[in-house]
């Protein structure tokens, strides 16, 4: 079975591997959200295709769902006593690594795709794994605090901020000049099924879908979603404030219809949201909190079988 | 008093320590040698300007005599894994962060003059470091052997060939069209005296003035060198090596004939060498072994003191 599945970060990376557990022959093509990437140091940082990459290539660290495992900072505290900022973005050494080899490459002139399958190389992570643009997209978030209303990058909103100062919008800035990257559409194309995984439906699955045709070439497919909320909250992370900031409730009902009728085929809530009721959408329910691989794996299973299901 | 020294790296940032031991009041300059300077995983480095840095800043591996104190080596373990070279030139992870620093500010647009002060904010020297020339310079090699006959950058020459395959000529490429870093011409002209220490007389000191208007601006002053040989062989490193391929011999005498009377006034050898000899330069005799600071504060302090005799 061709699979694509369109990801963010943590959400979307331990979703992957319970896809890749239940699906293990399938042949995954994961459209990664490059929205958040950031340049620090000089360097290029790709902190969603670094979660996918560390997470299925068993180099993450467990316990906080980003970052390299078995890390050290001394690089960081260097950085630190040349007075160099910003403090508030955690990289350790071996993270420095990866954004070194990536950035020497880009430099030399290989598209961020490149990069992407060279980096993918070492850490085999059992999909392929494809950035969704070559282009320079980043999301931005329009605040207004003490400090007066500007805007920030995301990811000053999301880990400076810990997204605690309201976003009155949020935009992916370079968007709509962005092509997909090499690939991207001719897996879509080709894919069986497509499986939005419960990333953040505005900043990941979002973004990602905001680049021209992609949302055009997925909406052609079965596609089939796992809800992000549970009972009214995100599970993980700060989804709700970036869904209040584009005007859309934090509910499994909200977030399927934002997606919509004519993107989203199947949707996969919780137990607790057993209720959800969206036209033109089949919602099925079943337990979506992704405790380990096992139980991972069986929310991935429940979502490939409701693809099979629609498109039978 | 004011002083200006030419500056390689291990040698010559030993004796400085010694000269600021000695002179602490002294208004000192150091001119580093830029030649030496490679790109490396797309980041810059300046080995002797750091090494100087790092030495008098107190973050000097003593051992070693170059790199970082305390030093860890997660980053080199990453690069590994990911099979970008070159392995072998040895970068720390303390001292990733200064190339890093250093690399950001030059992509910024700031000349290395100015990266090489804001780094030195960190470290304090003691002396005002500048780099001989904000210009690129790089001190290739011409070699031959199993592989053929090529130029080398003088890195890959020393310290992946050890200097093991002789030297058939040496080039600083970018020289001749270099001009001084800003403060270079004024500090030397405003200098009481000029100090080569026992640097490499080829690559280090030899690099330096081969950047046009420096050496004319040394010649005018009173300039007192330490021989880096002792007893017919190079104190440490393989100064010998660079000697040979420009045919000049390993001796105390023969690198003063080679600075040449109108550069040089003042000359001191070892006591093994108290017999040495050179037209129109001022030869004194005393240990040169730079065992402590205590004891390169002596040697420092004698080539002040023969700067002083040769002025009077």
């Known amino acids: 079975m061709r699979i694509v599945a369109l990801a963010g970060g943590i959400g979307g990376a331990r979703f992957l591997r319970g896809l890749l557990h239940t699906a ?101 992570p059992g999909v392929r794994l494809l950035p969704m643009t070559d282009d320079r997209v980043e999301t931005h978030v329009v605040i207004e605090d003490a400090d007066g209303r500007r805007a920030v990058h995301f990811q000053e909103w999301w880990v400076r901020l810990h997204a605690g100062v309201p976003a009155q919008s949020i935009a992916s800035v370079g968007a709509e000049d962005a092509k997909p990257a090499p690939g991207v559409l001719e897996a879509i194309e080709a894919a069986d099924v497509v499986i939005l995984p419960p990333s953040n439906p505005v900043v ?83 337990p979506l909190l992704m405790t380990d691989v096992e139980a991972t794996g069986q929310i991935a299973r429940a979502a490939l079988d409701l693809a099979g299901e629609l498109s039978s």
């Open 24 to 124: 293990p022959e399938s042949d995954i093509t994961v459209v990664g959200n490059t929205g958040d990437d950031i340049s620090l140091f000089g360097l290029r940082i790709c902190p969603d295709l670094d979660t996918v990459m560390y997470t299925l290539g068993g180099g993450i660290n467990e316990d906080q769902g980003w970052g390299r495992a078995d890390e050290t900072f001394t690089l960081r505290e260097e950085l630190a006593a040349y007075d160099i900022g910003p403090a508030w973005f955690t990289l350790g050494d071996r993270d420095f690594a990866t954004h070194i080899v990536r950035t020497q490459m880009l430099d030399a002139g290989y598209p961020l795709s490149a990069v992407t399958e060279a980096l993918c190389d070492r850490w085999r």
């Open 204 to 286: 990941s699955v979002g973004t990602i879908l905001a680049v021209p045709g992609i949302r055009a070439a997925v909406a052609a497919k079965t596609v089939v979603g796992v809800s992000p909320i549970i009972g009214g909250a995100p599970v993980r992370g700060m989804a709700d404030a970036c869904l209040t900031a584009i005007g859309v409730d934090t509910s499994a009902a909200a977030v399927a219809a934002h997606y919509g009728p004519d993107l989203l085929d199947g949707w996969l809530v919780d137990t607790a949201d057993a209720e959800t009721d969206v036209d033109g959408i089949a919602v099925r329910s079943r």
